[in-house]
């Protein structure tokens, strides 16, 4: 199985003062590129969560739909850090899935912090659909 790994996700401020969420995803075979353009700050998270899906569904060998249902953050009780929490829609041929994934970050760190999220929902899903893909 190849496993998808983040490169890197990073929020750019752009010339024009635009704003957007890029992630680089890599596989043993491949680099991908998502990018998604972030409208004000209350969609930065949901914004790195599209992109990463964007470049998800380029570096998976699978034809797969994979889209965006939620995404957001909370701080549990007595936690310094927030738990960014993403809900994934996938579809690969007949079955579907609805998939959740989280991970622990800084309020600083949305962008990384919302790719790995996303990742978490999505890699264990990716994992037995290519080792089934991969019998046929």
Known sequence: MQRII???ADIIEKMDGSREAVVVLRSDTNENVGITAITDEAEAIQAVAKATLHALKRTTPLAIT???ATAGKIRPEGMKDFLYIVKVELGYGQERFSLTGTCMGREDD??????KATLDATNRVLEYLTETYDKR
């Open 110 to 115: 949305i962008a990384t912090s919302a790719a």
């Open 6 to 8: 983040l490169e890197s």
């Open 66 to 68: 994979a889209e965006l």
